[in-house]
């Protein structure tokens, strides 16, 4: 059975130090993966997916078949970075499988 | 374009009534998804629908049940309501395709079971 595993439920860093959500996943199939925010006071949103490659809002995730892993990485966090992170995988169907969800805090 | 909208905000019932929340989705979309979120946790699919069919099932009992209309908005029922059916519900509209697609959320439905 697929499965997503986002081992923090908090990430605590101050503005301008790098940021890793890191996101573990069990498929039998090929994944597809996405990251999902919820900022404060709005509804959830894609943020980006594996299969473009993009960078958004300088974000950035690596699907890594091998250690079946798909961490969010940013370079230079962002006071406004803060908010609710999740991991989904995709299944057939178009049905989303999400991860618990981690808070991201960036501290000024 | 309007975005997902969701009826009502909020829902307080008792253990063993009946709820049905409402979601209409976006322009152009002919699939709508429904999660459960519990608090301090990520949404869990309950079901799908697209052009009027059930399209796919989470783990969740048959007193969970939907309908979604010509018009692609949705409903989503709960008979017999239980304590730990306490939690936000959230709809979200997609156009089903075969490669990558977007699902795009409504703000939800939070209901408090008593």
């Known amino acids: 059975a697929q499965r997503v595993t986002q081992p923090e439920k908090l990430l605590s860093v101050f503005k301008g130090a790098p940021v890793e959500l890191k996101c573990n996943y069990s498929y039998s199939g090929s994944p597809e993966l996405f990251w999902y925010v919820q900022y404060s006071r709005q509804r959830l949103q894609l943020l980006l997916r594996h299969i473009s490659r993009e960078s958004i809002k300088g974000f950035t995730a690596d699907l890594n078949k091998g250690e079946t892993s798909f961490h969010l990485k940013k370079p230079f966090a962002q006071e406004e970075d803060s908010a609710m992170y999740y991991c989904?995988?995709?299944?057939?169907?178009?049905?989303?499988?999400f991860g618990g969800g981690t808070r991201l805090m960036v501290k000024p | 374009e309007t975005g997902v909208t969701q009826s009502p905000t909020h829902l307080i019932k008792t253990r063993g009534q009946q709820v049905t929340l409402r979601c209409s989705s976006q322009?152009?979309?002919?699939?709508v998804s429904w999660y459960q979120q519990a608090l301090g946790q990520g949404p869990q699919f309950i079901f799908q629908?697209?052009?009027?069919?059930?399209?796919g099932r989470g783990n969740f009992p048959p007193r969970f049940s939907g309908l979604q209309f010509p018009n692609y908005s949705s409903e989503l029922n709960v008979n017999a309501l239980e304590l730990d059916d306490s939690a936000l519900y959230l709809c979200?509209?997609?156009?089903?395709?075969?490669?990558?697609?977007?699902?795009?959320f409504g703000p939800g439905t939070r209901l408090t079971v008593l």
């Open positions: 989904a995988l995709k299944k057939a169907g178009n049905m989303l499988t």
């Open positions: 979200a509209s997609s156009s089903f395709s075969g490669s990558s697609y977007e699902q795009f």
């Open positions: 322009s152009g979309h002919n699939t």
């Open positions: 629908y697209y052009r009027e069919e059930e399209n």
